[in-house]
């Protein structure tokens, strides 16, 4: 008994010493007890959780958390001793204060504990009514490289979910790609949320940040000094970030592999410099509308890491011709280059460029809006480039057709050929490319070409272009039937034709392209060309039944039922149809639900107006293949009619 009484263990909170050092105070407890009549036998004394106060009116339990009272700095030493895992995600669920508290600790000073097991999970846990706990669960990606990945835009980028980010992945070895797409207008992105993702993911391999105004240098400084393993960088309208950020970037991450600049006010030649002059393993380098950034910086970062850039996009830079000689000499590596919307660089600098020689390993060259491409220096990139096998011109009003055929002859690994507005191109200019572009081109596309005009060839037609397989000529309003009819005797192996928007061919245009294809067409767009009818249709259905699997006729208003009987009886493989805007009816629907070789997977009825509920049952009967269904605008189609299609077909994918 006089242990018991005597009890002083060491799980008392209160450790020692009267609770009232005024008599008085105790006084008032005895006169409290003596006026109650209770039966209290000895036992261990209660836990004290809390002091109580005691007035002359009575007594009340303090009800603030005693750890409250604690300064920053005890709860930083208490939180870096909390084991990974559930608990310290717990812990950040707290409250604002402890997340951020939590999220401040980098991952080299949490003090060492067990480790969570690898088949334990983390939970979930709201945060102060706004922030959320992230695990690796929740939102998250794991892509082919094995990288946790998480992405914020708009509304919910601000820095609270960075920093449970920053908490919710750590115990999963951390984030490893990183995509901030925006910002939240009132609380948004910063440096602080930022920070938050440096200390506690070192991990982090990629980073990409799109309209984050208020994320500065302090961020990147941060990033630098934690995340010595970054390979991504991209930035993308952040005014606040300048050379200091960069060259942070560039002092503490080698491993820098890809880097991409576009709209950044403040970033200029020496951002640029250090990057090529610290980190050996660049190899993709991207900078678009840096007005800060000429000549010296481009020419510093490329004749520093010649030896491994590989792909490189410069756009809407006041760079001159100095940078494409610099290119073109010391490009030994590049295999992909773009440039758009050099307005300094004239003909000189792309004809330096091409005859340097130093261009040996490109593969693929893409040039938009550039006033230096002319006839002239288009020959000279091609014989200075002599593995080039994909070509692109967008918007390039200098070159004309000697240009492009002299370029065809001296192109001779060229596999792709692409013409996007170049006006100046004529009929004649296609025809002298294709008939002299050699053996390899298989890919032909021209785009919004107004300069070509529909006209018969009034030379004999020269040797076919044995391997074009794709042609696609989109939205070239001269593009008529007597131009087809000569481009489909060029190239008779044909396997892919995109004929979109070409409103002025008719019948006797494509006909003779269809006969005239001997491997056997297999995808087929002709949406927009309003004039064909159903014999094209069937033409195409007998000649190339046996390797069709995709047709477009999207606003070819003269196709009616006759097209989907020759369908339905010729194509085996017919995979997609798209007939929206056609003047096809409920006939022809049951005409192919009843064709036992036809097995669509996908079916546009868009804009059928013809096509009434008494198509449910062959649209069901249909539907034992289909996976997308398009009734959008088929105004006798009711309400009714889709909701027991979506019924009746749950593995399809029906708009309405």
């Not at 040039?367 to 967008?394: F, H, P, W, Y």
């Amino acid at each position: 008994m006089p242990t018991l009484v005597n009890y002083s263990g060491d799980d008392e909170i209160y450790s020692g010493g009267s609770f009232y050092t005024n008599p008085s105070d105790l006084g008032r407890l005895y006169s409290i007890v003596s006026n109650v009549d209770v039966y209290s036998p000895a036992c261990k004394r209660a836990r004290i959780s809390a002091p109580f106060l005691f007035e002359s009116s009575g007594f009340e339990q303090n009800k603030r958390p005693s750890i409250e009272v604690l300064p920053d700095e005890c709860l930083f030493e208490i939180f870096r001793r909390v084991p990974d895992g559930k608990e310290r995600s717990s812990c950040a669920s707290v409250s604002k204060k402890w997340l951020m508290l939590l999220s401040s600790i980098r991952r080299s000073e949490f003090c060492n504990s067990n480790p969570v097991a690898e088949e334990e999970k983390e939970t979930a846990a709201p945060v102060c009514n706004d922030v959320e706990m992230v695990t690796c669960e929740d939102n998250g990606e794991v892509e082919s490289d094995g990288y946790l990945t998480r992405s914020l835009e708009g509304k919910k980028a601000t820095d609270m979910r960075l920093a449970a980010i920053a908490v919710g992945t750590s115990s999963r070895g951390g984030l490893g790609k990183l995509l901030i797409r925006g910002s939240n207008s009132v609380r948004g992105v910063t440096n602080h949320g930022l920070s938050a993702i440096a200390r506690g993911c070192p991990s982090l391999r990629a980073l990409s940040l799109w309209n984050v105004p208020f994320v500065g240098d302090e961020g990147l400084f941060e990033i630098a000094k934690e995340c010595h393993l970054l390979e991504k960088l991209d930035l993308s309208n952040c005014p606040s970030i300048s050379n200091k950020g960069l060259i942070a970037i560039a002092e503490n991450c080698p491993n820098l592999s890809s880097l991409n600049i576009e709209s950044c006010s403040k970033i200029g030649n020496e951002g640029l410099q250090a990057i090529g002059k610290l980190c050996p393993r660049l190899h993709s380098i991207s900078i678009k509308d840096c007005p800060l950034l000429g000549d010296h910086g481009v020419s510093s970062l490329l004749s520093s890491a010649s030896s491994v850039l590989t792909r490189v996009k410069l756009q809407g830079l006041n760079i001159t011709d100095f940078s494409l000689a610099v290119i073109g000499h010391y490009g030994k590596a590049v295999t992909n280059l773009s440039l758009s919307v050099l307005q300094h660089v004239s003909e000189r600098g792309f004809w330096v460029m091409g005859n340097a020689q130093g261009l040996q390993k490109l593969m693929s060259l893409t040039i938009t809006s550039c006033r230096g491409i002319t006839d002239v220096s288009l020959e000279a990139i091609a014989k200075g480039s002599l593995n080039l096998k994909q070509m692109c011109l967008r918007k390039c009003c200098f070159v004309s057709d000697n240009g492009l055929v002299a370029f065809a002859k001296a192109a001779g690994s060229l596999e792709s050929l692409q013409l996007e507005e170049c006006n100046r191109i004529t009929q004649s200019g296609i025809v002298g490319a294709l008939s002299n572009c050699g053996t390899k081109l298989k890919a032909l596309s021209l785009v919004k070409c107004m300069g070509i005009k529909d006209m018969a060839l009034g030379m004999p037609v020269p040797s076919p272009c044995s391997h074009l397989r794709y042609l696609s000529i989109r939205n070239c309003p001269g593009f008529g039937s007597a131009s087809l009819a000569v481009v489909g005797k060029l190239c008779p192996q044909l396997q892919h034709v995109d004929l979109s928007g070409l409103c002025g061919i008719t019948d006797s245009g494509i006909l003779p392209l269809l006969e005239s294809c001997e491997a056997g067409l297999v995808k087929v767009n002709l949406s927009g060309c309003m004039s064909l009818t159903d014999e094209v249709v069937s033409a195409l259905a007998r000649l190339h039944g046996g390797t069709l699997e995709l047709l477009n006729l999207d606003g070819c208003r003269k196709i009616t039922d006759a097209s989907l009987v020759a369908i339905a009886e010729n194509c085996l493989f017919l995979s997609d149809l798209d007939l929206s805007k056609c003047a096809v009816t409920d006939s022809g629907i049951a005409v192919m639900s009843s064709a036992e070789q036809l097995n669509l997977q996908v079916l546009s009825l868009s804009g059928c107006s013809e096509v009434s509920n008494k198509s449910l049952p062959c649209l069901k009967k249909m539907g034992r293949t289909l996976v997308g269904l398009n009734l959008q605008n088929c105004s006798s189609i009711s309400s009714s009619t889709v909701e027991l299609l979506v019924e009746s077909l749950w593995r399809c994918d029906i708009l309405s």
